[in-house]
Nanobody, 119 residues
Framework: QVQLVESGGGLVQPGGSLRLSCAASGFTFDTYHMMWYRQAPGKEREWVATFTIGENTNYADSVKGRFTISRDNAKKMVYLQMNSLKPEDTAAYYC?????????????WGQGTQVTVSP
């Protein structure tokens, strides 16, 4: 059974930090690119960051320099370190596994974890 389980969300003040975690199971983790998305109320889900199987990282302009994505293939974990948080970062954050050319399977999504940035 495939699972992506996010954790680490919560309420934080502007300027604060949070570290999100995503635990993966049920698929060949190291053949999947791992990504974070977020969705604010009333808005479409948007891409935040990617960590590829080739260890390349990419970020949305809105989070570049503040967020850092990382992964641990041995633990089947992906993380999102979020610093200098702003109210506009408030959203549900989702972990996504996208198959690489070496993977055999569909993409997978987690259930999300809420991040609220407020005084």
């Amino acid at each position: 059974q495939v699972q992506l389980v996010e954790s680490g969300g919560g309420l934080v003040q502007p300027g604060g930090s949070l570290r999100l975690s995503c635990a993966a199971s049920g698929f060949t983790f190291d053949t999947y690119h791992m990504m974070w998305y977020r969705q604010a109320p009333g808005k479409e889900r948007e891409w935040v960051a990617t960590f590829t199987i080739g260890e390349n990282t990419n970020y949305a302009d809105s989070v570049k320099g503040r967020f850092t994505i990382s992964r641990d293939n041995a633990k089947k974990m992906v993380y999102l370190q979020m610093n200098s948080l702003k109210p506009e970062d408030t959203a549900a954050y989702y972990c996504k596994a996208r198959p690489s050319v070496t993977a055999s399977g569909p993409e997978y999504w987690g259930q999300g974890t809420q991040v609220t940035v407020s005084p």
